[in-house]
C-alpha cells in the first residue's frame, strides 16, 4: 500500500489541470487492489487500460470510486483496529483469569491436605475417578484403602445407600449429603455435588466434631433447662423482667412485663417493643447503655392503669443487657410521709414557745428550735458551726445569762452528766434579770441528750394574776344581791355566794361540803315547790342533751318573793346558776301594767266616743250643708251681701267639719278591717288633677303656686282613685298650711319599675328631726310657728290609704329648707293587698 501511495503520488506529479483527477483515481484504484489482496500488476494493468478514457470517464466515474474506496478503506481501517484491541484485553482477562485458578486450586489443594478429607472428581460417568487428599478414616486394620472401596470402611448397612447415590450423582448430577458410621466407630460427612460438568464426592472425617457437638447437645438441653425453670420463676414473679440484645432492643420479657405494659401476651410486647418507663427515663437508660454502664434509675411508669414508682436495675451482660423493676410506690408513699412527718414536726417545733435543743453523741449541737435562738439571744450563724453543749455553756456565761454558780466547773460537769444518765432530769434556772426557766433534760436513745427550756417567768406572773383575780372575783360574788351556785359536770357544787346560801336559807357548812344538786334542790323545794322548774332545772344541769342551752324562769316563793332564775352552760362543762330577787320589780310592773290596760281602755272608749259622735253629727251636718246651698242659691229669697258671706262661711265650715268627721269614720273602718278598696284603672294625670281642683280657692287667697309635673309614661294604673285622691289632698293641703305667700308647692308623679311614685314638696318651714316620726300619728298636730290649724288626722288617712294598697310613705325635711314626702303604690292590680284576695 505504500507503493502504491508512492506511485499515485509520482503520477499526481507529472501531470497537471484534468490529468490530476485521473492521477487520484489511478491512485485510489492501487491502494484498493492492494489492501483487497490483488497483485499489483493486475491494478497497473486496469489502470493502463483505463488510461485512455481518463480526461473524460474519470470525469464523474472516477470521481465516485475514489470517494467510495476511500471511506471503505477508513471504514475498515478502524473495525480493525478496534477489534484488535478488544481481542487483546480479552486475551489478557483470560490469562488473569487462569491465573485466578490456578491460585484457587492450589490453595484448595494445600487447605483439603490440611484437615482429614478426600475428594474424588468424574468427568464423565465412564470416565476414571481422579482422588486427592487423604483421611485417616480410610486407614482399615493399618492399610489404607480406596474411598470407592466403600465395603471396607463404611457400615455394611450404609454401603448400598451410598454406591446409589454415588451412581445418580455420576449418571444425573443429582446431589446429596449423607452421615456415615464407619467401621472403626468414627464419622464421615458425605456430599455430592456436580460441579462445572464435573460429579464431584466429598468425604470429610467429622469424627471430632461429631463428638463436639454432641456434648454441645448435652450442655444445650441442660442450659435450656435452667433456662426454662428461670423462665417459668421469671414469669411467676410480681415484677417486670426483661432482657435486650446488644443494640437495646427487647429479646425477652415475663408476664408481668406484658401485664405492666398491657399486651396479650409475653411475645407480643417484644414483637411490639413496648416501654415500661416513659421517655426521659428511657433517655436515660439509652445514654447508660451506650456507656456500658448499669442503670439504677427511679421512674414514674403507668402500670395496669395506675401510676407507679418503680426502681429499675439494668445491668450489661456478654449478650445485651438484663433488667428488673420493682414496685416501690409504697415505699416512696412512706418515705414522703416520714419526710413530711420530719418537716411537720420541725414546723411544730419551730412554734413552740419551749426552747428544744438537741446534742448528738459527740456533745454537739444537731438541732434547736427559734424558741432556743430568741430564748438566749445566741446568734444563728454561730449556732450553725454546731458547737458543742459545753462552749455553749461557756459562752453564755460570759455574757452573764446562766444562773450563778459558786463553783461553776462543778455546776458544768454537773450538766454535762447527762449525756451518760438514763433518765430524765429536771432542774430550776434562776437567772439574771428575774427569769425563770425550767429545764427538762432527756437522754437520747441514739446517743446525746435533748434539752427543753420552758420560760415559766411568765406563767409564775400569771399564776400571780390568776390568783389575785380570784380574790377580787370571789370578794365579788360575795358582794352580789343576786344568789349564785356552779355546778360542776358531776351535778355536785362547786361555787356559791352568801347571797345564794341566804335567798334560800342553806348553811355555810352544807355548801361547803359541795353537795349534789338533788339535795340543794330538796331544801329549796322547801320555800319554792315548783317542780316543773326545779325538775328542768335540774336536767339541764345533769341531764344528757345533744345541746347545752341558756334557760329562764321566774318562781313564786311560798312567802310572796318573785325569783327570776337564770342558767347558763360554761365552757368546761359546768353550769352558772342566778338567783334574783325581782319582788319590787314585778310589783312596779304590774302597777304598770293596770294603769297600761287603763290608758289602753280610756282610749278605746275615746274612740268609740268620737266614732258615735260623728255618726251622730254626720247627718244634722249634712242637713245644715243642704239648707246652707239652698240658702246661698237664694232659692228662698234674695239676699244681701252680707247674708251671701255668712251662707258660703257656713258651707266652708260645714265642710270642713264634714271632711273631718269623714277622715274619723274613715279611720274607724280601717281599724275594724271593714274598708274594702274599689279598685279601678285610673289616670294618673287625671287623679293629680281632680285632687288639686278642691285646692283652688285656698291658692287664690294664700298666693301659693301650685305646679303639677306628670311624667310622659306614668299613663294609667289601677288603684281606689276615691282614697288615693284624698291623700293626694290631704298631702298637698298641708303643704300649703305649711308654705308662706308667694311660695311654691310640687307635686311630682311618675313610674319608677313597677311602683307610681306621687311627691309633694314644699318649701316652707320644714319639720325637725324629733317630731318626724310622729307627723303619722293620730291627732298629732305641729304648727310649726304656722297659721295652720288641724287635728292631726291629715297625715294618719295619708298612711293607711297608701299602707292599705300595699304601698309605703316616706318623709324627708329639714327646718327651714321645706318639705318631700313621697309615697309610693303598686302599679299592678296584683300587687295590692285587697285585689290579691
Request: charged residues 25%.
Amino acid at each position: 500500500m505504500t507503493g502504491a501511495r508512492q506511485d499515485g503520488t509520482a503520477g499526481y506529479g507529472a501531470r497537471s489541470g484534468r490529468a490530476s483527477l485521473g492521477g487520484v483515481a489511478s491512485g485510489a484504484l492501487l491502494a484498493g487492489s492492494a489492501w483487497l489482496g490483488w497483485p499489483s500488476e493486475a491494478g497497473a494493468s486496469t489502470l493502463e487500460q483505463l488510461r485512455p478514457f481518463a480526461p473524460d470517464a474519470f470525469s464523474a466515474f472516477g470521481m465516485s470510486m475514489v470517494v467510495g474506496l476511500a471511506v471503505f478503506s477508513a471504514t475498515t481501517a478502524i473495525l480493525y483496529v478496534r477489534e484488535r484491541a478488544r481481542w487483546a484485553q480479552r486475551e489478557a482477562g483470560l490469562g488473569a483469569d487462569l491465573n485466578s485458578a490456578i491460585a484457587r486450586a492450589e490453595q484448595a489443594e494445600v487447605f483439603g491436605s490440611t484437615e482429614d478429607q478426600v475428594v474424588v472428581s468424574w468427568d464423565s460417568p465412564s470416565a476414571k475417578a481422579q482422588i486427592s487428599g487423604a483421611g485417616d478414616f480410610l486407614l482399615v486394620n493399618g492399610a489404607r484403602v480406596s474411598p470407592l472401596a466403600f465395603g471396607s470402611w463404611v457400615a455394611a448397612l450404609q454401603v448400598k445407600a451410598l454406591g446409589e447415590a454415588v451412581d445418580l450423582l455420576k449418571s444425573r448430577g443429582e446431589p446429596f449429603d449423607m452421615g456415615l458410621n464407619g467401621r472403626d466407630g468414627g464419622f464421615v460427612e458425605a456430599r455430592g455435588r456436580a460441579v462445572a460438568g464435573r460429579a464431584v464426592l466429598h468425604l470429610r472425617d467429622v469424627s471430632e466434631t461429631r463428638r463436639a457437638l454432641l456434648a454441645a447437645e448435652q450442655d444445650l438441653a441442660r442450659v435450656r433447662g435452667i433456662h426454662q425453670r428461670l423462665a417459668a420463676l421469671m414469669d411467676a414473679s410480681a415484677s417486670p423482667s426483661w432482657l435486650r440484645g446488644p443494640q437495646g432492643e427487647l429479646v425477652w420479657v415475663n408476664a408481668a412485663y406484658a401485664r405492666a405494659v398491657e399486651a396479650p401476651s409475653a411475645e407480643a410486647a417484644v414483637a411490639s417493643g413496648a416501654e415500661l418507663l416513659d421517655r426521659e427515663a428511657r433517655a436515660k437508660a439509652a445514654e447508660a447503655r451506650a456507656r456500658g454502664e448499669s442503670v439504677s434509675v427511679r421512674a414514674p411508669a403507668v402500670v395496669g392503669g395506675d401510676r407507679l414508682i418503680l426502681a429499675v436495675e439494668e445491668k450489661p451482660t456478654p449478650g445485651g443487657y438484663v433488667g428488673h423493676a420493682v414496685d416501690v410506690s409504697e415505699l416512696e408513699a412512706a418515705r414522703a410521709d416520714l419526710v413530711r412527718q420530719m418537716e411537720a414536726h420541725v414546723r411544730m417545733l419551730d412554734r413552740l414557745p419551749t426552747a428544744v435543743a438537741a446534742f448528738d453523741a459527740r456533745q454537739r449541737l444537731a438541732y434547736r428550735n427559734l424558741a432556743y435562738e430568741k430564748l438566749w439571744s445566741l446568734d444563728p450563724a454561730y449556732l450553725d458551726t454546731r458547737p458543742t453543749d459545753g462552749e455553749i455553756l461557756d459562752r453564755l456565761r460570759t455574757e452573764r445569762r446562766l444562773p450563778e454558780a459558786g463553783a461553776y466547773k462543778d455546776w458544768k460537769a454537773q450538766r454535762l452528766k447527762a449525756y451518760h444518765a438514763i433518765e430524765t432530769t429536771e432542774d430550776w434556772w434562776y437567772l439574771p434579770g428575774g427569769r425563770a426557766v425550767q429545764v427538762t433534760t432527756s437522754p437520747n436513745p441514739q446517743g446525746g441528750v435533748i434539752h427543753l427550756f420552758d420560760d415559766a417567768t411568765e406563767r409564775f406572773s400569771l399564776e400571780s394574776k390568776v390568783n389575785a383575780m380570784s380574790r377580787m372575783q370571789r370578794e365579788t360574788l360575795d358582794g352580789l344581791r343576786e344568789g349564785v351556785a356552779v355546778f360542776g359536770s358531776d351535778g355536785r357544787l362547786r361555787l356559791s355566794n352568801p347571797a345564794f346560801a341566804t335567798m334560800w336559807k342553806l348553811s355555810p357548812g352544807f355548801l361547803e361540803g359541795m353537795p349534789h344538786v338533788d339535795e340543794v334542790v330538796t331544801l329549796c323545794r322547801l320555800l319554792c315547790p315548783a317542780e316543773e322548774a326545779w325538775s328542768t332545772l335540774r336536767g339541764a344541769i345533769v341531764g344528757v342533751r345533744d345541746r347545752r342551752e341558756d334557760h329562764a324562769s321566774r318562781m313564786l316563793r311560798q312567802d310572796g318573793s318573785v325569783v327570776d332564775c337564770a342558767l347558763a352552760p360554761l365552757p368546761d362543762g359546768a353550769t352558772l346558776l342566778t338567783f334574783a330577787d325581782v319582788t319590787d320589780n314585778v310589783n312596779v310592773e304590774r302597777a304598770l301594767t293596770e294603769r297600761n290596760e287603763a290608758l289602753e281602755k280610756a282610749a278605746r272608749l275615746r274612740d268609740d266616743f268620737v266614732h258615735h259622735v260623728s255618726y251622730a253629727l254626720r247627718s244634722p251636718l249634712t242637713t245644715i250643708i243642704g239648707f246652707a246651698q239652698l240658702i246661698g242659691e237664694e232659692i228662698a229669697g234674695p239676699l244681701n251681701p252680707r247674708q251671701r258671706d255668712y251662707a258660703q262661711l257656713i258651707l266652708r265650715s260645714s265642710g270642713t267639719l264634714l271632711t273631718i268627721i269623714n277622715d274619723i269614720l274613715d279611720l274607724a273602718s280601717i281599724d275594724n278591717d271593714e274598708l274594702q278598696l274599689e279598685l279601678e284603672t285610673t289616670d294618673v294625670a287625671a287623679l293629680v288633677a281632680s285632687a288639686a281642683r278642691g285646692l283652688e280657692e285656698r291658692l287664690a287667697e294664700t298666693g301659693i303656686t301650685l305646679r303639677q309635673t306628670i311624667a310622659p309614661d306614668a299613663g294609667s294604673f289601677v288603684c281606689d282613685a276615691k282614697r288615693l285622691r284624698q291623700a293626694l289632698y290631704n298631702l298637698m293641703s298641708n303643704a300649703i298650711g305649711f308654705s308662706s305667700q308667694g311660695q311654691l308647692v310640687e307635686v311630682h308623679a311618675l313610674r319608677e319599675g313597677d311602683q307610681m311614685v306621687f311627691r309633694v314638696v314644699d318649701q316652707g318651714r320644714g319639720i325637725p328631726a324629733d317630731l318626724q316620726g310622729r307627723v303619722f300619728d293620730r291627732f298629732e298636730t305641729h304648727t310649726a310657728g304656722s297659721r295652720h290649724r288641724g287635728i292631726g288626722l291629715g297625715l294618719a288617712i295619708v298612711r293607711s290609704f297608701i299602707s292599705l294598697h300595699g304601698g309605703t310613705v316616706e318623709i324627708q325635711s329639714r327646718p327651714g329648707e321645706g318639705t318631700a314626702v313621697t309615697c309610693r303604690v303598686p302599679a299592678s292590680r296584683d300587687a295590692v293587698p285587697d285585689a290579691a284576695e
